[in-house]
C-alpha cells in the first residue's frame, strides 16, 4: 500500500514562503511515472485542486491560485515531491493535502477522481 505523508506546514507572516514537502512510500513503489498534484481545503470551503506534474517528463499544470508563486518539483531518488509558496497570503491559510495517480493523460488536471492516493494533510496559516 502506497503511503503519503506532507510535512513543511506551520504558521507564516504575509509575503512569506513556505515549501511543503510530500514523501511517499510502500513496498516497491517508484516516483517515477505517476503524476502528483496539491490539493488544499480552506475553512468552509470545498477542497481545490492546486498544481500537478507528472514525475517522468515534468509536465506541470497548475490552476489560478497557484500560478505566479507556487511551484512543484519532484526528486525522484528521495520519492519526494515538494510544493514551494512564495508570496504567502491569508487567503492561502489551509490544509495542504498532496495526491497521486496515474492518469490515463498522464497528467489528469487535477481532477480528483485520477488521484489513487492522499496524504492526510498539513495545515499552513498565513497572518499578519
Known amino acids: 500500500e502506497v503511503q503519503l505523508v506532507e510535512s513543511g506546514g506551520g504558521s507564516v507572516q504575509i509575503g512569506r514562503s513556505l515549501r511543503l514537502s510530500c514523501t511517499a512510500s510502500g513496498f516497491g513503489f517508484e516516483l517515477d511515472g505517476y503524476t502528483f498534484g496539491w490539493f488544499r481545503q480552506a475553512p468552509g470551503k470545498e477542497r481545490e485542486g492546486l498544481i500537478c506534474q507528472n514525475t517522468r517528463d515534468k509536465m506541470t499544470y497548475s490552476k489560478d491560485p497557484a500560478k505566479g508563486r507556487f511551484t512543484i518539483s519532484s526528486d525522484n531518488a528521495k520519492s519526494t515531491v515538494y510544493l514551494e509558496m512564495n508570496s504567502l497570503k491569508p487567503e492561502d491559510t489551509a490544509v495542504y493535502y498532496c495526491?497521486?495517480?496515474?492518469?490515463?493523460?498522464?497528467?489528469?488536471?487535477?481532477?480528483?477522481?485520477?488521484?489513487?492516493?492522499w496524504g492526510q494533510g498539513t495545515q499552513v496559516t498565513v497572518s499578519a
Open positions: 495526491a497521486a495517480g496515474k492518469p490515463g493523460d498522464g497528467l489528469g488536471f487535477l481532477r480528483e477522481y485520477e488521484y489513487d492516493y
